[in-house]
């Protein structure tokens, strides 16, 4: 890990003190008031809808080494990134260019701390009376950077050097004055310097903004007190995360996600994690994932960080302010090399929607699988949400005629995952996400040469579950009023699913990505037939099971996608009938797949209790039958213990020994064991997963039941060459 | 004589002004009886009587003008007591509405609530989805059709509803505001099959590009739209049966009055007229008193609601957020904080927060007696003595200043290891720090410097607050107006009648220096004729004179590809490339002064996504000359003076106290004192005075100033 350890000189001049807690919580609110001043800058100033409506970009103020002392509600991965960008500029430039007053820097360079070419990464100092306070900064995942394909996700690079134009940390404003030529080198290298102009001047005046904000409250209140705040917020939330986590149990958490391509050729990818907790300290070990791969699904330290701290802030710090004092009780490793921790220069430009947000799934599935084992956290944990991200991005001439580009924004509408006590939200977009908005069609049909055909949610989508996980979105969409439309479609993972539940609830759907050549869509449309999806239309339908990279489109070419379903949680024949019912009239969940995957008989969208029963008590009496690896028996327990997966509990005997067992009652092997081999286990096919899950081949889907109940304990997708992992080890 | 007649009924108390011919207010305040609100409009026209001496019932016969604020819209959707609306839409665009661009997890919410992700929840649909009927169909962005109008589908779409109970249909197709042929025809087929249900289309409605908005904003009003008609028609019943000949009018969101057979038409339009019309109030006190740029705050029990007025009119957004759901009908802008009198203090991890969590007023602060046992903004006011538990609202609601003292001592004082009297003026600190930073986001935060201001304080907690919220932005003074009390009802009885349209027809320019040529003046000329023209005929229609309706146009402006646009005000007549130009440099000096000069990037291009047009028909009303506070006057004795506590600095405080009824035109106040109003305390700080002005308004500034 890089080492940011800082000469004691930078902050020596400022004299840290205690601060009462009345003109904390004022200044404090403060700072909170300006960082959201700053995101209403950047956002109503970027010309790019990646920004305005994806919210894919981020504000801050940092301690002098960069630390993070508020960030505003944008992209979470960039928790991990801003700390490392600021130790990049400090060791840059202290000993040699300078960093002074009025200086503003700009860098997009994954090996130096930014999370991808495309988020271009802004920071300036906040200097008082020649003491830097603190630093400002904020980031913009823009349109186009250049590289060899339009948007800068280049499917074929294999080194980041054709990704686009790489900006080390650089100074593009030196005390007060822009530098013209470092301007015009930044701008040149873009295919849309237009929005990209907007997204740095957006930044510019944000963090203007910002360092006035904070230099006001200096004068107000002076230097020492603002500075000895700033980083106060991060030892008491530093405080506060590290008394959560002890209040944990210690043990090892696992979890693991793969995903099918490199961004050139398919090819199944692990990305596994083992999660430690042991007193208030959780450490993040990545050693097992794959090595770095050709493409550009590969993640840098900073994206490694980015994608934990995403996953860990939300479940364990929902109440606690999120800067880099939540983040210190965390310790993060892999070597590098890995597809989680690149060695320059492999390429990273889908580092966000790769190696970041597989990171994300796994690391969110083994903090949820601990939370889930304390009371005070488990209403937090949470299945998978939107567990895979395509990325389609447009250019071209659009239709009145202009070179245009841009990104399709309803992509980002994945389902919600499952709680333990609710199902997963409808289209909640990506958990990194704080909050995006999908552009109206009226948007995207009066900027881009498109006209749609439907997008409507996605009925099955969600993972099924006591909880199932939210539905996504599905639409499709055909070229009008051009030539031709050139789409650049980074989508891994079309082969099979990503937002994997949690004990035993079903992984969501598996994203599709279908394109209809030279069907006759043109005149189902004007003849009033009303298509819909390309199952309405005519013509040599392409349903992608890789990542399909540069997609040309002409008119009569229709795209029809969806996208990934939130995971489910917990068993899903029991959920509720009644809430299966207003699932399906609702249209979140089909009549079919109610009986099916829940074993719910509706009867005029009316649940038929008996024969619901009468169809999950035969389900239930086949996994009753699946063979177990060992074969002991235990008295049952009088009382179940504590719930700590959704059937799973921990309970103890007269003796004070702990064991695994089921709220049945069924006793399933003490608690030093792995409960897995004690339980009933077989494996599912694609079918078995949900209506609109993919399975590649080489994956296989392990089930595992209590051999009293017929409960569903877990699901686990394997790689047929890994060996089953153990997702809760409790230390005795 | 004749009255005028304002009433706000609000979810608390229901407020009234009575304005007489010779220009003498009287105030009133009655519990709002929100089983029946008109019962609640009874008992205030009751008290007005009792306040005139008039015979029970005769003073509607007396009433030319009645202007009335109601929730009863907002109430409804709150409630979801709508009708049974269905909605017929495209064909492939049925999810719209529940899909809500994936905002309905989110919108409208807090930061603390958004970061909870467990907690996220989809707002309940005001329609479900078995009632959204798709119809062959489709137009494209040119107003083109690609799919004829397939009127068999649209028959089977409205038996179907019909079939189902709708009480009422909203149509939405895409790309209405651009071609409304087909939602027209649809509209046609509706009212030929089913000529008693409730009708609204997008394209009359809202024609703005965006569907779900649009959708959104014609759902709710079919959802509402039947309720509301039906009470502004009993309500109207109810006031000429009692003899009312005189107009009446309600209060909307955009910045005036309607007549009541509009609001049945544009439900929506009256979603949030509530806090409007305490920023209406305000910018005629600012015309009367020459004050062009109001900050207005209104603090309450929950929150603390913000308003703008900038020379002289208030700042009004094109659309609002009711909610969850998103609403294109423009809404005086207001923006609010989770801080009031009721807003919890507590402590956690050692840190004294204040809000967003409010007592409300059940159990309301501790020192209510009525359940409440954490510490709110109001029970440190008791503690500090800026309260007197014994005078509060006049005395008519005695507090308990024990409670107030041990809630802190046991949530704030004991936690943080420090006095009581210091965790109060702990928790008072924070709390007007917290809206000194609301109001500094709004000015700083956009460009405009707070010194150019000055603010206006109302609401039940802003005059015991106002003080130092108003002295920490710096604003030239703060003053708290002799209606505060009643603020909203005042507004309701004062505003000019108003209308306001907009419509969609973007245009763009990708070179910012060719913009003027390039972008359409005369098709921009035409739009804002056929939004005069409307607006025009609806003020006329509704009562006002041809030569007293005064018309401001508005150019959406943005750089291209910006999602968030300026209003220009863009001048009178006929527009050219020169006129264009002129509008430009006003767009990139706004955005200048708005976002600052380094935002700057002409190669962007310029875009103009829609035009608005906002319209005021004037209506004749006396002059206000003297305002009297009527039902609960002041009784009893007050103390010549009390001690307040000012905090570890300065301690205890021997601080005067002044009864408001007893001050009159020119006295002055020095702080550190106290002024009683039936109403209200107001507070006057070290170092600072107050003045009473000619229309008992009172106005705190600076000593030094």
């Known amino acids: 890990m890089t080492d940011l350890t800082l000469a004691p000189e930078t902050t020596a001049e400022i004299a840290y003190r205690e601060v009462d807690p009345i003109t904390y919580e004022v200044v404090r609110h403060r700072l909170l008031a300006v960082v959201a001043q700053q995101s209403a800058v950047l956002k109503n100033v970027s010309g790019s809808p990646l920004v305005t409506e994806a919210n894919d970009c981020n504000t801050g103020i940092y301690l002098p080494d960069g630390q993070i002392a508020a960030m505003g509600p944008h992209i979470v991965f960039h928790s991990g990134s801003m700390e490392l960008v600021v130790g990049h500029i400090i060791r840059g430039f202290e000993d040699d260019q300078g960093i002074n007053e009025g200086d503003v820097f700009i860098t997009n360079d994954p090996y130096s701390g930014a999370l991808h070419l ?44 054709q990704e686009g134009l790489i900006l080390p940390p650089t100074k593009l404003v030196d005390g007060g004055r822009t530098r013209s030529d470092v301007w015009r080198l930044i701008l040149s290298a873009s295919r849309l310097p237009a929005n ?64 099918d391509s490199d961004g050139r050729k398919p090819g199944l990818h692990r990305i596994e994690v083992e999660l430690t907790k042991r007193g208030d300290r959780l450490t993040f070990d990545y050693s097992r994932s794959s090595e770095q791969v050709d493409g550009i699904y590969n993640c840098t330290e900073s994206g490694l960080n980015g994608g934990v701290f995403a996953s860990v802030l939300p479940v364990l710090a929902p109440d606690i302010p999120w800067n880099s004092g939540v983040m210190r009780a965390i310790e993060v490793t892999a070597p590098e090399g890995l597809v989680v921790n690149a060695r320059r220069p492999a390429p990273c430009g889908a580092a966000t929607v790769g190696g970041s947000y597989m990171v994300k799934n796994t690391a969110h599935a083994a903090v949820s699988t601990l939370a889930g084992v304390g009371a005070s956290t488990r209403a937090e944990a949470m299945a998978e949400s939107c567990g895979a991200i395509q990325v389609m991005h447009l250019g071209g001439l659009n239709q009145y005629g202009e070179g245009f580009g841009g990104a399709v924004t309803e992509a980002l509408a994945g389902g919600g995952g499952a709680t333990p006590d609710a199902d997963g939200v409808d289209h909640v977009g990506p958990h990194e996400i704080l909050s995006y908005q999908v552009t109206n069609v009226e948007g995207d049909e009066s900027t881009f040469p498109l006209l749609w055909l439907r997008r409507e949610v996605n009925a099955d989508s969600g993972g099924a579950g006591r909880h199932h996980g939210g539905a996504s979105l599905s639409a499709a969409f055909t070229v009008h009023d051009a030539h031709f439309v050139h789409s650049v479609l980074m989508t891994h993972s079309l082969s099979m699913p990503s937002s994997i539940g949690l004990h035993g609830g079903l992984p969501g759907s598996t994203h599709r990505a279908a394109v209809g050549r030279g069907t006759d869509v043109q005149e189902a449309l004007a003849t009033g037939r009303g298509p819909r999806a390309l199952g309405d239309l005519n013509g040599e339908v392409t349903d992608y099971d890789a990542n399909p990279g540069e997609v040309m489109l002409f008119p009569g070419d229709v795209v029809d996608w969806s996208f990934h379903g939130g995971g489910g949680w917990g068993d899903a024949l029991d959920a509720d009938p009644a809430g299966i019912a207003a699932d399906v009239a609702a249209g979140r969940i089909t009549a079919d797949g109610a009986r099916d995957t829940y074993g719910v008989v509706l009867v005029d969208g009316v649940p038929d209790e008996a024969a619901t029963e009468t169809v999950r008590a035969e389900r239930r009496d086949v996994r009753r039958s699946w063979p177990r690896a060992i074969q002991d028996e235990y008295a049952p327990a009088a009382d179940p213990g504590q719930v700590i997966g959704d059937r799973l509990t921990l309970l103890a005997d007269a003796d004070g020994r702990s064991w695994f067992g089921c709220v049945c009652g069924r006793v399933l092997c003490p608690a030093g064991a792995d409960w897995h081999d004690h339980a009933g286990h077989a494996v599912l096919g694609a079918r078995d997963l949900g209506k609109q899950v993919r399975l590649h081949p080489e994956l296989v889907a392990d089930a595992y039941a209590c051999p009293g109940c017929g409960g569903l304990l877990d699901l686990e997708i394997r790689w047929s060459a890994d060996q089953p992992i153990q997702g809760i080890a409790l230390d005795s | ?296 705050t209104d603090m309450g029990g929950t929150s603390f609601d913000v308003g703008m007025i900038l020379d002289y009119e208030p700042v009004v957004s094109p659309s609002q957020q009711v909610n969850g759901y998103h609403v294109l009908k423009p809404a005086v802008q207001v923006t609010a904080i989770g801080a009031g009198g009721g807003s919890i203090a507590q402590v956690v991890n050692g840190q004294l927060t204040v809000g967003p969590e409010s007592a409300g007023s059940v159990p309301g602060p501790a020192c209510y007696m009525r359940g409440g046992t954490r510490p709110t903004v109001t029970d440190a006011d008791v503690v500090l003595g800026i309260i007197d538990p014994e005078y509060f609202l006049g005395g008519t609601f005695p507090l308990d200043k024990e409670a107030a003292t041990a809630a802190i001592r046991e949530h704030v004082a004991e936690p943080l290891g420090i006095s009581v009297e210091d965790a109060a003026a702990g928790i008072k600190r924070i709390a007007d720090h917290m809206m000194a930073d609301l109001l500094d986001t709004l000015t700083v935060g956009k460009g405009h410097d707070p010194r150019d201001f000055v603010v206006f304080a109302y609401g039940g907690a802003g005059g015991a607050h106002c003080h130092r919220y108003g002295a920490e932005l710096g604003v030239q003074s703060v003053i708290v107006p002799s209606t505060a009390t009643v603020h909203s009802a005042f507004g309701a009885v004062m505003s000019d009648l108003h209308v306001a349209t907009e419509l969609s027809d973007p245009m763009h320019s990708p070179s910012w220096e060719q913009a003027p040529e390039v972008l359409d003046a005369a098709r921009l000329s035409a739009n804002f004729e056929r939004l005069e023209e409307q607006a025009r005929e609806q003020l006329v229609e509704s009562g006002a004179a041809p030569d007293r309706v005064f018309v401001h146009r508005f150019a959406e402006i943005r750089f291209r590809m910006q999602a968030k646009s300026l209003s220009v005000p863009v001048p009178d007549g006929r527009l050219t490339p020169e006129s264009m130009a002129t509008l430009l440099a006003d767009f990139l000096a706004l955005f200048e002064e708005t976002y600052g000069p380094e935002a700057v990037f002409l190669g962007a291009g310029v875009e103009i996504p829609s035009v608005r047009v906002q319209a005021r028909g004037e209506l004749t009303k006396p002059q206000i000359t003297s305002v009297v506070s009527g039902g609960s006057a002041l009784e009893g004795r007050l103390p010549e003076s009390r001690k307040v506590y000012f905090g570890p600095d300065h301690g205890w405080v021997e601080t005067q106290v002044v009864k408001g009824v007893s001050l009159h035109a020119g006295d002055v106040v020095d702080g550190p004192a106290v002024i009683e109003h039936p109403g209200t305390t107001v507070f006057i700080g070290i170092g600072q005075q107050a003045r009473i002005d000619h229309l008992d308004n009172t106005v705190i500034t600076s000593k030094d100033a």
């Open chain 2, 1 to 296: 004589m004749s009255y005028y007649v304002g009433i706000d009924i609000g979810g608390t108390f229901t407020d009234a002004v009575l304005l007489d011919d010779a220009g003498v207010a009287r105030l009133l305040k009655t519990p709002t009886t929100l089983d029946d609100p008109a019962r609640g409009v009874n008992n205030a026209l009751a008290l007005a009587e009792k306040e005139l001496d008039l015979a029970e019932g005769s003073l509607l016969a007396e009433v030319s003008y009645f202007g009335l604020g109601t929730t009863v819209a907002t109430n409804a959707l709150i409630e979801r007591k709508g009708v049974r609306t269905g909605v017929i839409t495209t064909r492939g665009f049925r999810d719209t509405l529940l899909i809500q661009r994936g905002m309905g997890h989110w919108a409208g919410k807090d930061l603390h609530e958004i970061v909870r992700f467990s907690q996220r929840r989809l707002p309940e649909p005001i329609v479900p989805r078995h009632l959204i009927e798709e119809v062959i169909e489709r137009v494209d962005y040119k107003g083109a059709v690609i799919t004829p109008l397939d009127e068999d589908d649209v028959r089977r779409a409205v038996r179907a509803l019909l079939e189902d109970g709708v009480q009422a249909i909203a149509v939405v197709l895409l790309w209405s505001f651009r071609n409304p042929a087909h939602e027209q025809r649809v509209a046609e087929i509706v009212r030929e099959m089913a000529p008693d249900v409730y009708l609204s289309v997008s394209s009359d409605l809202a024609p703005v590009l965006g569907e779900y908005e649009r959708t959104s904003t014609t759902a709710m009003n079919a959802y509402l739209g039947p309720h509301v008609r039906r009470y502004m028609e009993s309500l109207q019943g109810s006031l000429r049966g009692r003899g009312m000949t005189g107009t009446l009018r309600i209060l909307d969101s955009g910045g005036g009055v309607i007549t009541p057979e509009r609001c049945g038409e544009t439900a929506v339009s009256i979603l949030t007229s509530g806090p409007t019309g305490g920023v209406l109030a305000s910018a005629k006190l600012a015309e009367q008193l020459g004050t062009p740029n109001v900050l207005t």
């Open chain 1, 118 to 161: 495309p988020d271009v990464t802004m920071v300036e100092p906040v200097v008082h009376e020649g003491v830097r306070v603190g630093w400002v900064g904020s980031c913009c995942h823009v349109l186009d950077i250049g590289g060899m394909t339009a948007s800068s996700w280049c499917p074929e690079a294999t080194e980041a050097f």
């Open chain 1, 196 to 259: 990209l102009g907007l997204d740095l001047k957006a930044m510019i005046a944000a963090n203007t903004h910002a360092r006035r904000g904070v230099l006001r409250l200096i004068d107000r209140y002076g230097v020492d007190v603002v500075a000895s705040v700033m980083r106060t917020m991060l030892d008491k939330s530093e405080e506060a995360t590290r008394q959560r986590i002890a209040d944990l149990p210690d043990g090892v958490f696992r979890s693991r996600n793969y995903f």
